[in-house]
């Protein structure tokens, strides 16, 4: 396993396709010219891309949520205890949070580089 992303080639989705129209039709007159069927967009394409931050490798943003957790105050978790928010419980704040088992893996891989101390929400960064 290598974790590194790379570019696959599909079909973009149907809120992708409208998006690419640009302003031809709804600004000025004008015609897109689409190369596949009106069947093909219906039945075979998505609706919407699926979300960045399920897809991608989260090691870049897991180091970024962390570096930027430290300055955040902290946080009432329960009516006697406050402390700041993991990486992990921010990562799940999010509109459309990745995977919890997507989150491990980075912290893993993150291990494995040295980019963290350990594999505890409490590690801190190299």
């Known amino acids: 396993r290598r974790h590194m992303s790379c570019l696959v080639t599909t079909w973009v989705s149907q809120a992708s396709a409208k998006q690419r129209i640009g302003r031809t039709g709804r600004v000025f007159e004008g015609v897109a010219i689409?190369?596949?069927?009106?069947?093909?967009?219906?039945?075979y394409m998505e609706?919407?891309?699926?979300?960045?931050?399920?897809?991608?490798?989260?090691e870049k943003l897991y180091v970024n949520v962390k570096h930027l957790s430290g300055k955040l105050p902290e946080y009432q978790i329960t009516p006697t205890?406050?402390?700041?928010r993991t990486p992990k419980e921010l990562l799940q704040l999010t509109a459309q949070p990745p995977e919890l088992s997507?989150?491990?893996?980075?912290?893993?891989?993150?291990d494995q580089l040295g980019a963290i101390t350990n594999r505890s929400e409490n590690a801190e960064l190299t």
């Not at 689409?34 to 039945?43: A, E, I, M, P």
């Not at 205890?81 to 700041?84: G, L, S």
């Open 47 to 58: 609706e919407f891309d699926p979300p960045e931050m399920q897809t991608a490798p989260l």
């Open 102 to 110: 997507a989150i491990d893996s980075s912290i893993e891989v993150l």
């Open 34 to 43: 689409r190369l596949f069927t009106k069947q093909f967009y219906d039945n």
């Open 81 to 84: 205890e406050k402390r700041k």
